[in-house]
């Protein structure tokens, strides 16, 4: 509900300090039923309830206060419309990075060959080097906006794993 209210009155251009709250509400309401009924010359106390009653719920039925916009129609925030325009723009963006997507597949693939597959000490360490290649792809898509960016940090990463995995390898050997 919160969410809906804040958007709405966004789309309708009112700020929460415009708007009423419980004080200002009454005096609105009053003024606006009184304006509805057009008792400002007569005196409400000379009225009794139950004819007051009468003409609000016969006239004005029950009272309320509407606010003029500048637009004929009222906006309105939606939940649907605006999940619907998320969903565009994730398959737009989903469209422009299917390459990295498909690159991102394709090395958890290569990745998940299972280590036994892999008979020498060496397939071992060549596994964790790719391991390290799909981690900088990963961080790649996740910061890097630009191709040159993510590049740059799939290289660094693919830097690092053999730094990892080659001085450890190279005590081994």
């Known amino acids: 509900m919160w969410i809906y209210t804040h958007y709405t009155l966004a789309l309708r251009n009112r700020h929460p ?7 200002r509400a009454i005096l609105e309401l009053a003024a606006a039923m009184q304006t509805e009924l057009d008792i400002e010359d007569t005196d409400p106390s000379v009225l009794r309830e139950k004819q007051l009653k ?10 309320a206060v509407s606010y003029a916009y500048p637009d004929t129609t009222l906006k309105s925030y939606s939940i649907w419309k605006s999940l619907k325009v998320w969903f ?20 958890t693939i290569v990745c998940s060959i299972p280590w036994g597959f892999w ?8 596994s964790c080097w790719l391991w390290s290649i799909w981690f900088g792809q990963f ?4 910061i890097g ?15 690092v794993g053999g730094l990892a995995v080659g001085i450890p390898g190279a005590f081994y050997y």
């Open 139 to 142: 961080r790649a898509f996740c």
């Open 88 to 107: 565009k723009s994730l398959k737009v963006w989903f469209k422009i990075n299917r390459w990295w997507f498909l690159a991102i597949l394709s090395t």
């Open 119 to 126: 008979s020498s000490t060496a397939g071992f360490w060549f």
């Open 54 to 63: 009468d003409r609000i719920d016969k006239e004005i039925r029950g009272g």
């Open 17 to 23: 300090e415009e708007i009423s709250g419980e004080y």
């Open 145 to 159: 906006t630009t191709v040159g960016s993510r590049l740059l940090i799939i290289l660094f990463w693919s830097f």
